[in-house]
């Protein structure tokens, strides 16, 4: 079975940073882009990111792009999100999921997706 | 960016309704469109992709339908554990937009 289990998140202070992790299972990991959606509370779902499977091609949002950075371990079959500069309206559970095929295509979705890690942004 | 706006944002139903959600485009997509499906604290779940194509172990009960910039997801008879929010995606260019939801609820 495919199963992804993130972690890291925390509550930050506004401008800090944080790291969060997605470790993989199930399937082999270099053969696929991985995504980041985060839905902040009580609202809808927001892509953040995408990297293809073998990481030189990545994709950000306008509104993490410069603060945030996606990147894998394909050894360590682990997908991180850097986070930097982080703001008050970046709080929000964010979901790693697998993408559909090795980059990020017309014809990719999202599946499955992981449990999520709460991320929270508050002085 | 293309924009989705799902109509309507919730809906009440009774078990055994015909249900029906859709979805529009701000420009054509052609069928790179998904839905998924979200209970109260758990992850998305994919339920259609390609605007038709019924994800492996969803029950048959579900469909998707449209093409261009309008798409529909029906539900045929709702079940008890159906009852969740929905969110349509498209794919067909980043960002990867999603619609706002449709909750659906217990009438």
């Known amino acids: 079975d495919v199963q992804l289990l993130e972690s890291g998140g925390d509550l930050v202070q506004p401008g800090g940073s944080l790291r969060l992790s997605c470790a993989a299972s199930?399937?082999?990991?270099?053969?696929?882009?991985m995504s980041w959606v985060r839905q902040a509370p009580g609202k809808g779902l927001e892509w953040v990111s995408t990297i293809s499977g073998s990481g030189d091609s990545t994709h950000y949002a306008d509104s993490v792009k410069g603060r945030f950075t996606v990147s894998r371990d394909n050894s360590k079959n682990t997908l991180y999100l850097q986070m930097n500069s982080l703001r008050v309206e970046d709080r929000a559970v964010y979901y790693c999921?697998?993408?559909?095929?090795?980059?990020?295509?017309?014809?990719?979705?999202?599946?499955?997706w992981g449990q999520g890690t709460l991320v929270t942004v508050s002085s | 960016d293309i924009q989705m706006t799902q109509s309507p944002s919730s809906l009440s139903a009774s078990v055994g309704d015909r249900v029906t959600i859709t979805c529009r485009a701000s420009q054509s997509i052609s069928s790179y469109l998904n839905w998924y499906q979200q209970k109260p604290g758990k992850a998305p779940k994919l339920l259609i992709y390609?605007?038709?194509s019924l994800q492996s172990g969803v029950p048959s009960g579900f469909s998707g339908s449209g093409s261009g910039t309008d798409f529909t997801l029906t539900i045929t008879s709702l079940q008890p554990e159906d009852f969740a929010t929905y969110y349509c995606?498209?794919?067909?260019?980043?960002?990867?937009?999603f619609g706002q939801g449709t909750k659906v609820e217990i009438k």
């Open positions: 199930g399937f082999t990991f270099s053969n696929y882009a």
């Open positions: 390609a605007a038709s």
């Open positions: 999921a697998k993408d559909r095929g090795l980059v990020v295509a017309v014809s990719n979705w999202f599946d499955p």
């Open positions: 995606q498209q794919s067909y260019s980043t960002p990867r937009t």
